[in-house]
């Protein structure tokens, strides 16, 4: 079981940082997504880290804005979201599937595909005010 945790509401151009807990394990090779999905709009991937071996993925959209980790803790991970705008305001979710292969997915395909994780939490909302 996944939950998701520090979404809110802030002003373009302020941060927000997101975790992702997971509960009864711990992230040993997993690959974790965060995926957004707006009113009206297609789930999207933004950010995805294989904690086996640290490869990390990031979507156009966020590259240089939004930061992936894995905590100390092994069982969380975070996306640090800076320089928020309004196009970033929609459900968060995190996403994870043991292994390798959604990561290998991601690098050969260049995005991340919802059915390549297996594991959701319920979302955290994010909202970006201009």
Same mark, same amino acid.
């Given at each position: 079981?996944?939950?998701?945790?520090?979404?809110?509401?802030? *002003?373009?151009?302020?941060?927000?940082?997101?975790?992702?807990?997971?509960? $009864?394990?711990? &992230?040993?090779?997993?690959?974790?997504?965060?995926?957004?999905?707006?009113?009206?709009?297609?789930?999207?991937?933004?950010?995805?880290? &294989?904690?086996? $071996?640290?490869?990390? &993925?990031?979507?156009?959209?966020?590259?240089?804005?939004?930061?992936?980790? *894995?905590?100390?803790?092994?069982?969380?991970?975070?996306?640090?979201?800076?320089?928020?705008?309004?196009?970033?305001?929609?459900?968060? &979710?995190?996403?994870?599937?043991?292994?390798?292969?959604?990561?290998?997915?991601?690098?050969?395909?260049?995005?991340?595909?919802?059915?390549?994780?297996?594991?959701?939490?319920? $979302?955290?909302?994010?909202?970006?005010?201009?």
């Amino acid at each position: 079981q996944l939950e998701e945790s520090g979404g809110g509401s802030v *002003q373009a151009g302020g941060s927000l940082s997101l975790s992702c807990t997971a509960s $009864g394990y711990t &992230y040993n090779s997993n690959c974790i997504g965060w995926f957004r999905q707006a009113p009206g709009k297609e789930r999207e991937g933004v950010a995805a880290i &294989y904690t086996g $071996g640290g490869s990390t &993925y990031y979507a156009d959209s966020v590259k240089g804005r939004f930061t992936i980790s *894995q905590g100390n803790a092994k069982n969380t991970v975070y996306l640090q979201m800076n320089s928020l705008k309004p196009e970033d305001t929609a459900l968060y &979710y995190c996403a994870t599937d043991e292994g390798i292969w959604p990561m290998t997915r991601i690098q050969a395909l260049g995005v991340m595909a919802p059915a390549d994780f297996g594991v959701w939490g319920q $979302g955290t909302r994010v909202t970006v005010s201009s």
